[in-house]
């Protein structure tokens, strides 16, 4: 029994070192790790007044195999028990390493083939920071996936169920955490 753990834990122990190898990197000129987002990236309604421009994004050093990649942006600070998802834009070309200021927030903005879903504001365009006010600090995670192969999904799928997908089929993924607060 005693070998049996042992040779248990050595490949958890592998299978988790695998999980790390596989690195992927996100920038952005527009967004920082912790710092607070501009105006520019937060919602025009529900009471705020921001330009709800997408912020540029950046990715490289992708795992060997990828065909493709996926975006999120998602507040896991909502007052909603289940988050909120700013973005979910899925089906992005294997060679695709960026995404412009705004091209989430315009018609045709996105490259071709790429799908978004309708996220929490009923859209499937980019929909900015807008935390509830005095709600305190909120984090907006933009995540990229690396993916082995395009996604098929519902045509009314949620980002929840992208989320799903993602998790159980990525080959690697790098986030990037602005805040905001209002």
């Not at 122990?13 to 527009?30: P, R, Y």
């Not at 909603?80 to 979910?88: E, L, N, P, V």
């Not at 695709?96 to 799908?115: D, E, M, T, V």
Request: charged share 15%; hydrophobic share 40%.
């Amino acid at each position: 029994m005693k070998q049996v753990y042992k040779s248990i834990m050595g490949l958890g122990i592998f299978v988790a070192s695998l999980g790390c190898a596989q690195a992927i990197t996100l920038t952005s000129t527009d967004i920082a790790e912790g710092e607070k987002l501009s105006e520019q990236f937060v919602f025009k309604g529900f009471g705020c007044d921001g330009g709800n421009l997408s912020p540029q994004l950046a990715w490289k050093d992708a795992p060997a195999g990828t065909k493709a990649y996926a975006i999120t942006a998602y507040d896991p600070d909502a007052p909603t028990g289940s988050g909120w998802w700013h973005w979910a834009v899925y089906n992005l070309g294997g060679d695709q390493q960026s995404l412009a200021q705004g091209a989430g927030s315009k018609p045709n903005g996105l490259p071709k083939g790429a799908i978004a879903l309708k996220n929490d504001f009923g859209t499937t365009d980019f929909g900015g920071a807008c935390p509830p006010e005095g709600h305190g600090l909120h984090r907006y995670e933009f995540t990229v996936w690396a993916l082995p192969s395009e996604l098929e999904l519902p045509k009314d799928a949620s980002p929840a169920l992208l989320g799903f997908m993602l998790r159980a089929n990525a080959l690697a993924s790098a986030k990037l955490t602005a805040v905001y607060h209002r």
